[in-house]
Every structure is written in C-alpha cells, then in structure tokens.
C-alpha cells in the first residue's frame, strides 16, 4: 500500500534477530503500520474500524499477523514480533493522547484586550496621611521624649547634689541629741559644706561663726 500520508506515532523498533522495523502510525486519521529495512518501506497498511480493539487501537494479534506475512522469512519467532508490537502499541496510545491535549497552533485565536474610555478608568487617588485614632504624630512623639530627657537630667542633679552634701533624706524623725555648750559652727546652713570662711564659697551665703 501507498506510503503517501503516513504520521508516525512511534518510533522506528526492530524485530530482534531480523534487519526489519515496525512503526506504528496514522494515515487518514486511521491507524496504519509500517515495515522497514534499511532506508526503504517494504510496505504499510492501514486498519479496518473492525480491526480496532476497545482500548482504541489496532488488534494486536492482527498486527503481528501483517508482520509475519509481508517479511515472510522461515522460523521468525511470533513471540519476538509480538514484544515489539506491544512496544509499538503503548508508544501509539502514549503520543496519540498528547495530540488530544495540544491545541493546534492554527486553531489558537488571539484576544485583543477591550479598549475601555478614559473616563472610566478608575485611578486612585492621591490622599495625604490620615493619623488614625490612638496614634501619636511625631511631634509628640519627639516632645515626649524630651519631657523625659529633662526629667532625667532633673533626677541625675539632684542624685549629684546628694552625693556631694553627703545629706540623705528620710522622713523617720531621728532622736535630738542632748543639747550642751554649743561651739561655734563651720558648716554652711545653705549647702551643707564643712568650710571655716566668713562667706561659703559654692553659695555665697554668710556663715553663722
């Protein structure tokens, strides 16, 4: 039969222990076998609807049948050819449902995408920051954090003004301490500073002596 048409859906297999290949195929839209040798096509042939099997392809028994009599050669073994026809049919089923999943390049239709009018074209618009309920700006942020940097600053002097007088302060009243000849004293009443000088240096008030 002609060769005229034939789209392969298999590889080119080989019978063992012979110089002749099987591939399966389709012409017309029908499943079609082909027998080569070398760089020739010995022949091909195309199945009859009866001749498919339920599962859609060529009987396999009837492929081996075509086999056998067109390379007509004494004490080719049958369970060779059918180990390759096997081969051949699962190839077959393999390729022909890829082609049902790919769309023709042919048939695929470009989309133009619909031109909509400027006018209505929703663009967002630009808004300033809006401060949401509970939240600070940055102004009082930073206000705050120099409210707290004075209070520390306060804290620290007066922590340094303690340690320098060496006066702690406690509200537990202490007990008075018997009063005798009273000398004259040398400590500023202002700062607390044991100085034995008419005027304090540190606060400029008058002493007592």
């Known amino acids: ?52 099997a ?37 190839q077959a089923i393999e ?32 808004v300033g920051w809006v401060k949401q309920e509970g939240m600070k700006s940055v102004q009082e942020l930073e206000e705050e954090k120099r409210q707290a940097f004075k209070e520390r600053m306060v804290y620290k002097k007066q922590e340094e003004e303690i340690r320098r007088s060496g006066t702690i302060t406690t509200s537990r009243e202490l007990p008075s301490i018997p009063k005798g000849e009273e000398a004259p004293s040398t400590f500023c009443p202002h700062c607390g500073k044991d100085l034995d000088w008419k005027y304090c240096p540190f606060c400029g008030g008058k002493l007592p002596h």
């Open 1 to 52: 039969m002609a060769e005229k048409g034939f789209e392969p859906l298999t590889s080119q297999l080989g019978i063992p222990g012979t110089s002749y290949r099987i591939q399966l195929g389709l012409i017309n839209e029908k499943w079609a076998s082909r027998l080569l040798k070398g760089q020739n096509v010995i022949d091909s042939y195309i199945y009859k609807d009866e001749d498919i």
């Open 54 to 90: 339920e599962g859609g392809f060529p009987n396999q028994n009837l492929i081996v049948g075509w086999v056998l009599r067109t390379v007509a050669i004494p004490n080719i073994n049958p369970h060779q050819v059918m180990k390759t026809t096997q081969a051949l049919v699962k």
């Open 95 to 126: 390729k022909k449902e890829q082609k049902k999943v790919m769309a023709p390049i042919q048939e695929i239709k470009k989309v133009e995408l619909e031109k909509v009018p400027e006018s209505e074209i929703k663009r967002p618009q630009s």
